[in-house]
């Protein structure tokens, strides 16, 4: 499992420092792909945050002495119990008081995510450095846990073509705004993914033109994924931007 991570915060024209925001933001995301019920603002100290959070059995730190739990895993916190008005779910406050005792929790936390959360967020991470920016959904169907990462436009697919070292000469010659070379490129957009080791299916949604004004232009729409084949793509994602930078379209 990765570990916390911020690089996806910096700022690739400057190569600039994660700030205490950019702390907080991943912070956030950890929690909110952990699927708990919370609140977060700025912390008393620079740097800091103040945290509301429900108590998890999924998270044993979050009951009985807190605090004492939080330092044994290296973490100081002011702890305050709630009572249940008037933010039921919300029993814990946490005041975390610098950018480490933030990242620190966020490690935490990322240790107790299911096998489909942790991929979902590795997903999140590796769309972000490329600047596609969405959630990333977990479906139950059936007995699996499934990711959806829904449906991309024309630019964000692109984006992601191009950041799988998919062909740019293909990508010019094709008019994404046709429904014909639409297709053509869902086909193009499957096999740059296949060599990443895996088979998906993209599926190209025209968009008519009457339509277009209210629904934008055409569309990709992914099939679901399982949490290994999900690492996969992110893990190619990571590569390919670390290897070339991040990606950007084509004037």
């Known amino acids: ?10 700022d690739p024209m400057t190569n600039s420092l994660p700030t205490p925001t950019a702390m907080a933001r991943a912070l956030k995301l950890v929690l909110e792909y952990a699927g708990l019920g919370f609140e977060l603002e700025d912390g008393p100290a620079p740097g800091g945050c103040r ?16 605090q004492a739990h939080l330092l044994a895993e290296g973490i100081t916190a002011e702890v305050e119990h709630l009572a249940p008005a008037p933010r039921p779910g919300h029993g814990l406050a946490l005041t975390l008081p610098s950018e480490q005792e933030v990242q620190a929790l966020g490690r935490l936390l990322e240790t107790r995510l299911t096998g489909a959360q942790n991929s979902a967020l ?3 991470r590796a769309l972000a450095r490329i600047g596609v920016e969405r959630h990333v959904e977990i479906q139950d169907v059936g007995s699996r846990a499934l990711i959806d990462i829904g449906m991309f436009d024309t630019a964000a697919a692109a984006v992601l073509y191009r950041s799988l070292s998919g ?36 599926e190209s949604v025209p968009t008519c033109g009457h339509c277009r004004g209210r629904h934008g ?3 990709i729409r992914f099939d679901y994924l399982d949490a ?6 992110a893990d ?5 931007t670390a290897s070339g930078g991040s990606v950007r379209p084509s004037n």
């Open 1 to 10: 499992m990765q570990a916390f991570d911020l690089s996806h915060e910096d």
């Open 51 to 66: 945290l509301r959070l429900a108590p998890s059995v999924v998270h044993p730190w979050t009951h009985g002495d807190v």
């Open 122 to 124: 590795q997903l999140h």
């Open 167 to 202: 062909d740019e000469s293909v990508l010019r010659a094709l008019d994404l705004g046709d429904w014909h070379d639409h297709e053509r490129f869902a086909r193009e957009l499957e096999r740059a993914i296949a060599a990443t080791g895996q088979v998906l299916l993209v």
């Open 217 to 219: 232009g055409n569309l």
């Open 228 to 233: 290994d084949d999900v690492l996969l793509l």
């Open 236 to 240: 190619a994602l990571h590569r390919n």
